[in-house]
């Protein structure tokens, strides 16, 4: 059933407007009418709504169109359920991953895919230096405010290498302050491709 915000938003004052007339029975006549007359007044009960209109991401280039390995493009497609990347991400990816690279800002809406923008590149470049070199070696690190959110990056990545078969080419670890000291040595010996962290431990 489609919901109407106009006829939905009068149906919630109606009822706001009925509870309070209850709620508040007066028997003073002056005080009755009073209430009557600010229940009845624009703007008393509540603001104008507010509506957003939502307009689709457009899309850009396949994922198999993209600079990034097959598997990896595949996984963005079973993940994605199409075979596009949008827009914003297909130019991001492009640009990161090109000749002419430079640092990079992306701003657009929730559940657009801004994580992807950046991630797909950084995993990208760990896979073809692991391929190169053969052994672990930092190429990135990943700031975050918060360790939650972290953590949760360090899952998502994770399971992208997973799905695409590098679990074992790519090293990906996390430091934070529940990092033991022994942990820390072992990062420092053998740092891993990509390094999750906070701002306050990148120092």
Same mark, same amino acid.
């Given at each position: 059933?489609?919901?109407?915000?106009?006829?939905?938003?009068?149906?919630?004052?109606?009822?706001?407007?009925?509870?309070?007339?209850?709620? #508040?029975? @007066?028997?003073? =006549?002056?005080?009755?009418?009073?209430?009557? $007359? /600010? !229940?009845?007044?624009?703007?008393? +009960? %509540?603001?104008?709504?507010? #509506?957003? @209109?939502?307009? =689709?991401?457009?899309?850009?280039?396949?994922? $198999? /169109? !993209?600079?990034?390995?097959?598997? +990896? %493009?595949?996984?963005?497609?079973?993940? @994605?359920?199409?075979?596009?990347?949008?827009?914003?991400?297909?130019?991001?990816?492009?640009?990161?991953?090109?000749?002419?690279?430079?640092?990079?800002?992306?701003?657009?809406?929730?559940?657009?895919?801004?994580?992807?923008?950046?991630?797909?590149?950084?995993?990208?470049?760990?896979?073809?230096?692991?391929?190169?070199?053969?052994?672990?070696?930092?190429?990135?690190?990943?700031?975050?405010?918060?360790?939650?959110?972290?953590?949760?990056?360090?899952?998502?990545?994770?399971?992208?290498?997973?799905?695409?078969?590098?679990?074992?080419?790519?090293?990906?670890?996390?430091?934070?302050?529940?990092?033991?000291?022994?942990?820390?040595?072992?990062?420092?010996?053998?740092?891993?491709?990509?390094?999750?962290?906070?701002?306050?431990?990148?120092?």
């Amino acid at each position: 059933m489609t919901l109407h915000p106009i006829r939905a938003l009068d149906h919630v004052l109606a009822e706001y407007s009925d509870y309070l007339r209850t709620e #508040f029975r @007066a028997k003073d =006549p002056a005080l009755k009418e009073a209430l009557e $007359r /600010e !229940l009845d007044r624009p703007l008393f +009960l %509540a603001q104008e709504p507010f #509506f957003q @209109a939502y307009r =689709p991401f457009k899309h850009g280039q396949r994922w $198999r /169109e !993209l600079p990034i390995d097959p598997k +990896l %493009a595949t996984v963005m497609e079973m993940r @994605a359920r199409d075979e596009h990347a949008y827009l914003h991400q297909s130019e991001a990816i492009a640009h990161l991953l090109g000749p002419q690279r430079s640092p990079l800002v992306v701003t657009t809406g929730t559940g657009s895919g801004k994580t992807e923008a950046f991630l797909l590149p950084v995993i990208q470049n760990a896979f073809e230096d692991a391929t190169r070199f053969k052994k672990s070696g930092l190429t990135a690190i990943l700031i975050y405010p918060m360790n939650a959110l972290a953590n949760d990056q360090l899952l998502r990545i994770q399971e992208y290498l997973r799905e695409a078969g590098w679990a074992g080419a790519v090293s990906v670890e996390k430091y934070d302050r529940g990092t033991t000291q022994a942990q820390r040595e072992a990062l420092r010996r053998n740092p891993p491709h990509i390094l999750l962290t906070n701002y306050l431990m990148l120092e």
